[in-house]
């Protein structure tokens, strides 16, 4: 059996694995993405970016093309609760695409998870990543150096073994690495399954609302279990139909559910996909991490698609993973920088995991709504306002929480808007390529060079009313003085501030201290 090596294995190439294969790739280690689908996937699925995951794309080169696979339509949601697509309204409301001006730089990007992942997986092949689709893991082992892994081709039909000094678990609510490395779950549990089919029905065109993105909740006793889901895709008259359950059918059987939905037994229907069926479930791993194996995605928080949030939670994993691996892989950390992924991302992804659980109930069924729902945050601290706690925050005493960014460690560094001359750009853009330290002081300036040197760093240092200027909000907006300095992460976090003079040796000790060095 043939054996390769690889600094990273990445087991699933949807969006979280591809994510950090991308991020891994801008900071300079290659990975292996292995996945047992064909390609990218072949349905719309989940929409929308958030802004705080498109900043980090912007830097690495795939914002633009996110942004311009927004569907036709006005930038709007529209949703919908009918008895059928045709038939009676019984409830519908707009939601307008929000604008976030005050707390980031980039738009929301409104790309189907069709589109972003194409776009994100062509950017990551350009950094480095090698893609292997049709490629299912058959088994891990792994040691105090490493892990092994043995893949099969099925393309080949060849098994061959990969060893990685670490693996990335994305392989899905029904993948199987988080039980094999020892980690178990716990949540709501399982709510049914929906098995989505493609289909186009140019008549619908003009039944349908022209917003971007449509959702209709069918409540129909005719249907399986009783109701379906109806949304719109990227091209006119082209839809998914989600189907309450997960029995097999042929195509004509598919085609009657597409028209009791429709309210139109006679809708003319074109399947282009059947799909395959998926789990609605709530439910969370006990750990993120065992050993050298990291699970991000729906392996690590699985949760209901009402909210929109899945997505958007998978690609902030891979982001934030990325860069604890690279700096560990090339030697600039400790391994006990991984520890952080546990500490700082199962948090959050149990709150957003409630959040979308609380959504099900307030937009399906708000009558059966239970007593024991979990507290979720307000829906702009949930996005903005996540507080880490781990060793990679230097300085952070309150632990786990939602604030809105005020420059603390731990937090979102905030968005204050610059000036180069005459261009102009948010402090936003000045990050997530590595660690940036921001101060209005040339003593600081200098004292971070001199640490970043030794300890062999790569480090941007920006000085506030030098060569970049701002408005008069970046002090109180970062909590700083005109002698203090934020240290920042690649991930845009803030890892340590401090409003002091310079001192050399408390960044030192701060920064190792976020390194385990």
Known sequence: MRSEQTPVLIVGAGLAGLTTALFLGQHGVPAIVADRHPGTANQPKARGQSPTIMEAFRTAGVADALLAAAPPGRPEMTIVICDSITGT???????????F??????PSGLASQQAAEAAIAARATELGADLRFRTVLDSLRQDD?????????LGTDQRYQVRADYLVGADGGRGTIAGEVGIGHHGRGAFGHTTTVLFRAPELIDEVPDTAILMYYVQNPQLPNGSASFVSTDHPGEYVLGINDDRERTEAEVVEVIRIAAGRPELKVEVCNMGTAWEIAHRVADRFSAGRVHLIGDAAHLMPPTGGQGGNTAMLDGMHLAWKLAAVVRGEAGPGLLDSHDAEQRPYGQTIADWQYANMFERLQPDQRPDDLPEVPDPVQGLFGYRMASRAVAGGTDGYGFELPAGRPGTRAPHVVLHRGDEMLSTRDLFFAGFVLLT????????????????????????IGAELTDDGTFRSDYGLSDCGAVLVRPDGVIGWRSTTIADRDALDAAWRQILDR
Request: aromatic share 4%; no cysteine; hydrophobic share 45%.
């Open 440 to 463: 209005e002081d040339p003593d600081w300036a200098g004292a971070a060079e001199q640490v970043a040197a030794e300890l062999a760093v790569p480090l941007a240092v920006h000085r």
């Open 101 to 106: 001006a005050a707390l980031s730089p980039s």
């Open 89 to 99: 309204v019984l409830h519908q409301y707009n939601e307008h695409v929000p604008h």
């Open 145 to 153: 150096d490493g892990v092994t892994a043995t893949l099969h081709d």
